[in-house]
């Protein structure tokens, strides 16, 4: 389902070269619940951006749903983005002062999806997250959580291959926190597969599978069976 | 994405900082409504001056002496003494000039003109009785030179109502008072009506004599000043011309037509030069405004990459969710060239109300041309477009990455 092999990504400046992701591969199945770890500085937003096809590799082979994202072009990224990947940002980036629908109907406008069409699939996934009556709600108008809800409902709508979370709750109250992961959990469950990265371990453990970088290499990749806090 | 659909995100995008879109329109505005003004002003007055021209007769036709030939240098047009009133009888009495009805020499000449303690300077033109007829001039009060006057020489004046007040004030009864002119004391018998005019040949600013008096009794000549020759229509104006210089070059003996020592110009003539300059006027307030449409449109520019810079975020969100380059450029275009047209629009609406009023406190005819209408709007099309692009570009271009991570 997703193939990384011997990915490499090499940020050059004018005098210095950066490794930031050292031969890195791995796979993620269907229904995988994956979170990636690891210090500041360890590649994982590096790796965040080629899995998200924001960024391409410097060398090896992504594979996503089939499809190979190493060497496309901008604006074939840009659909792979739409059609596959559904994003949750730590900074929510809902539009301002637009509505919690009308966010969560732009990727769909972008496909082209028909307008009536949007509109329902957006009420059942606002549904979904718990926001039906925030629905016409500005996003100035919500708390932090609500927002993530409203961009949870809005990775969910294209009904993409994964969805990839960034930090979805480094902005985010504790009690929010807890509630943003019980949504993942559940779409976990219905069968979504979920790629998130975080420095908390207190949120990786709800994840099914650790994955821990350090110095753009891969360190450590357990299953975590019991969903259990993996160091205090 | 639709069209509709873009066209109505970027007027919400729009809406939301309504200052910043006012100040930047307010640039198109003041830039289209200044070409539509002052482009109308421009055909305004220039239709007004062809009204009042046209209002001299355009059947008639002007001969006046030509300057003299010294070598290569030829003299201004006027001065010469090659006219003389002989050439009128004659056009008078040719029975091969077809298409003339009537012909009006005159001599005319500045002079100081004293009435009491009252002196101006001013026009004195001697005339025969058809020259009211000819110049389309009538009589306010008492009546106009005779050809019972031309005949005896009598020494009487109409004045021009300009000439009447700078010599007797207002309110004065004019008729039968004594004006003085290089020391002939003349009879005021008439004032003619105000015709409006301005300039050199004021016909208001004037005094008229009978021209045999003018010629013998106050300035001592033999010759005339111009010959005003009547077409029988407007529609036969070159044949006269042309008849009118064959005969004249006839009888001065020249046979190179380069040579005449007249010239003949119709009100055409002088309507085509006016209406050059006045064109030329126009032109050039028009060139006067574009510059401000085109500070308008850098003011546009400047919006537009201070919204880039701004929205930075945005468009590396809309960039992950699946905006290609295209939807980028198409949606901050759309955006510029709302502004400009929008601005068009009002700027227009607010040119031509400028130039209505104006052209009413002017008195002058109100004309606004289509062509103008569609120039502004084009252009402040057109400036969306390419003060747009630039900014559009720009956003396009922003990697998503940077722009999502930018603060």
Same mark, same amino acid.
């Given at each position: 389902m997703i193939s990384l092999s011997h990915i490499t990504k090499i940020y050059k400046t004018e005098t210095i070269e950066t490794k930031a992701l050292d031969d890195v591969s791995f796979e993620i199945k269907k229904g995988e619940f994956v979170a990636i770890m690891g210090p500041s500085g360890s590649g994982k937003s590096t790796l965040m951006h080629i899995l998200g096809a924001l960024d391409l590799p410097t060398s090896g082979t992504y594979t996503l749903d089939n499809e190979t994202?190493? +060497? =496309?072009s901008e604006d074939e990224l840009a659909d792979m983005r739409n059609r596959k990947i559904g994003f949750i940002f730590q900074a929510f980036n809902l539009l301002p002062r637009t509505t919690a629908i009308k966010n969560v109907m732009i990727p769909m406008m972008y496909a082209g999806v028909p307008k009536e069409e949007r509109v329902i699939r957006a009420k059942k996934y606002l549904e979904m997250v718990g926001l039906k009556d925030r629905m016409y709600h500005t996003s100035n108008q919500i708390s932090g959580g609500q927002q993530q809800r409203v961009a949870i409902a809005r990775g969910l709508a294209m009904n993409p291959a994964i969805l990839l979370a960034d930090e979805? !709750? &480094? %902005? /985010? +109250?504790t009690t929010q926190a807890e509630e943003i992961m019980n949504i993942f959990e559940e779409l976990n469950n219905k069968g979504h597969t979920i790629v998130m990265i975080t420095h908390e371990p207190d949120i990786a453990h709800h994840a099914k599978r650790i994955i821990i970088l350090r110095d753009g290499k891969i360190i450590s990749d357990v299953k975590n069976g019991k969903r259990k806090k993996l160091w205090n | 994405m639709e069209l509709r659909e873009i066209v109505t995100e970027a007027l919400g995008t729009l809406t939301i900082n309504k200052l910043r879109t006012g100040l930047a329109v307010l640039g198109i505005i003041i830039g289209i409504g200044s070409v539509i003004a002052l482009i109308s002003l421009g055909q305004s007055s220039q239709k007004s001056i062809e009204n009042q021209i046209q209002s001299l007769g355009s059947n008639i036709l002007t001969v006046s002496p030509a300057g003299q030939n010294t070598g290569a240098v030829r003299g201004a047009g006027? &001065? &010469? !003494? !090659? =006219?003389t009133p002989e050439d009128a009888s004659a056009l008078k009495s040719a029975t091969t000039l077809t298409t003339i009805a009537r012909i009006s020499p005159e001599y005319a000449r500045r002079s100081q003109v004293t009435a009491g303690r009252n002196n101006t300077n001013t026009q004195i033109i001697g005339v025969e009785s058809q020259y009211a007829d000819i110049r389309k001039l009538t009589v306010a009060t008492g009546a106009f030179i005779t050809d019972r006057d031309v005949s005896v020489l009598s020494k009487v004046a109409v004045l021009g109502p300009q000439a009447a007040s700078d010599l007797f004030g207002d309110g004065t009864e004019l008729l039968g008072q004594s004006i003085r002119i290089n020391g002939q004391i003349l009879t005021v018998i008439g004032v003619t009506s105000s015709k409006g005019g301005s300039g050199f %040949? %004021?016909?208001?600013d004037a005094i008229y004599v009978p021209l045999s008096t003018a010629q013998k /009794? =106050?300035?001592g000549v033999n010759n005339l000043t111009s010959i005003a020759v009547e077409a029988k229509d407007s529609g036969v104006m070159t044949e006269t011309q042309n008849e009118i210089g064959y005969f004249l070059l006839a009888r001065h003996k020249i046979s190179d037509p380069a040579n005449a020592d007249f010239t003949i110009f119709s009100q055409n003539d002088i309507l085509n030069t006016v209406s050059q300059v006045t064109g030329t006027f126009t032109t050039l307030l028009g060139g006067i405004a574009a510059i401000s449409l085109l500070v308008g449109g850098i003011g546009i520019m400047n919006i537009m990459l201070v919204t880039v810079t701004e929205r930075t975020r945005e468009i590396g969100l809309r960039k992950a969710l699946g905006a290609k380059k295209r939807l980028i450029i198409t949606q901050f275009l759309t955006e510029a060239i709302l502004l400009t047209i929008i601005g068009g629009i009002v700027g227009m609406a607010l040119g031509i109300i400028i130039s209505y009023i104006l052209t009413r406190v002017m008195n002058m005819p109100f004309t606004i041309s289509p062509f103008s209408v569609i120039l502004a709007l084009g252009v402040s099309g057109g400036i969306g477009i390419l003060f747009g692009w630039y900014p559009a570009k720009k956003a396009a271009d922003l990697l998503p990455i940077e722009a999502l991570r930018y603060e």
């Open positions: 994202v190493s +060497a =496309l979805p !709750t &480094g %902005n /985010i +109250a | 006027g &001065g &010469g !003494t !090659t =006219l %040949n %004021n016909p208001d /009794i =106050l300035f």
